[in-house]
Structure formats: structure tokens, C-alpha cells
């Protein structure tokens, strides 16, 4: 049914012509959500061997992009993605960021890597990187990791979850104008939305 709903969003927000010409900056929107609690007869989420080489590998990459984020100024809202986050909390799911920015079009070795997180008492402690550049084509490159929603006593919730088990989606997307796209774990999900940016003097964010 999610899917189903984004489907729906993207033919709704897709431009009414394409244009040949490569733009030159892109407005950019990016929605993480926190799943509601599955069902009881819902198929568990995965299960990672938190010892594991692979999970600590996943835990350096992610310090490796912090330590490249750029500087990049970004709001706190989302405009063309507001159906689609009050569609997310009517179901229940929980949302953790909300983020757009500008950026001008460019390729990969000189593309902002943005950084997109969270952390609070009553979300998911949410750390992210989205990365959007142009070949020939526009791609996205997002990394997320995640420390899922524990309830806890009042006196311990202002207390940093150290050492709690992290979630990760890392995907390389080539993505369009137009298209919301829908980055997929069984915890948490990321919507994220390009689009070739007005004018200065029409831009409203």
C-alpha cells in the first residue's frame, strides 16, 4: 500500500514536459521516516551479527562520510513531499527529518555531500548522507544509518543510546525530475525528490 501512494505522488508531482537542456541547479527534498510497529504476525526485521566485520565496516564508512559532509546550507521543511509525509504520519510511521536544499549541478568528485540527521528523546537517532550528481544522468547516492525508536523511562530519555544497535541503507540510484523515490529497509524508509530549480527570484524556500 506504501508503495501503491508514492506511485501515486510521483505521477502527481512529475513536470508536464521534459526539456532536453541540462539544468543548472536542482531543488532537492528528503523525508526519513521510522516505521510504525509491525503487526504481531509481521516477518520480523533483519537480524545483524553486531560483531560482525561487516556491521563494524558499515559503522566506519559512515564516520568516513561524516568527516567529508560539507558545509552546505539546507531548511528543515519539505514543500513538494508534504502529501506524502502527512500520508506517512495518517499510517502511523514516525518522522524523523524533513530537509531541502539548492545545489548546483555537478559532477560527482564536486558534489556537496549532504549531511541529514536527528536525535532526539522520542525519535530514532538518525544519521545521514545524500549525495546528488550528473553524468549524462542525475544519480543519488544516500547513506543512512539508524538507531531505531526505544521507549524508555522519563529520567533516562535525555541519556545518549551508547552502544545501541545501528540500521543501515546505503543505495546508488539513478533517480528523474519529478519522481519521488523510495529507499526501502524494514525499520525506516527515505523518500527523496529532484527537480530542476526556478528561477532566484521565484525560488520560495
Not at 541503507?169 to 529507499?183: A, D, L, M, N, P
Amino acid at each position: 500500500m506504501l508503495r501503491i501512494c508514492i506511485a501515486a505522488l510521483a505521477l502527481a508531482l512529475m513536470p508536464a514536459a521534459a526539456s532536453g537542456e541540462a539544468e543548472e541547479e536542482y531543488e532537492i527534498e528528503v523525508l526519513v521516516f521510522e516505521r510504525a510497529a509491525p503487526p504481531e504476525n509481521a516477518a520480523p526485521p533483519e537480524r545483524w551479527d553486531f560483531s560482525s566485520e561487516r556491521y563494524r565496516a558499515r559503522l566506519r564508512r559512515m564516520q568516513r562520510l561524516g568527516d567529508r559532509a560539507s558545509d552546505f546550507e539546507t531548511i528543515n521543511q519539505v514543500y513538494r513531499l508534504k502529501a506524502a509525509r502527512a500520508a506517512l504520519r495518517a499510517s502511523g510511521h514516525r518522522i524523523i527529518e524533513s530537509v531541502s536544499w539548492r545545489q548546483k549541478e555537478s559532477l560527482l568528485q564536486n558534489a556537496p555531500l549532504i549531511a541529514v540527521g536527528k536525535a532526539g528523546p522520542a525519535r530514532a537517532l538518525l544519521e545521514g548522507f545524500v549525495r546528488i550528481y550528473t553524468t549524462t544522468l542525475i544519480y543519488a547516492d544516500i547513506d543512512m544509518q539508524i538507531s531505531p525508536h526505544i521507549p524508555a523511562a522519563p529520567e533516562m530519555r535525555a541519556a545518549p543510546r551508547r552502544g545501541a544497535p545501528q540500521y543501515f541503507i546505503s543505495e546508488k540510484r539513478r533517480v528523474k525530475f519529478g519522481q519521488i523515490h523510495y529507499f526501502d529497509h524494514p525499520l525506516f524508509g527515505v523518500l527523496l525528490g529532484v527537480w530542476p530549480a526556478p528561477p532566484e527570484d521565484e525560488f520560495a524556500l
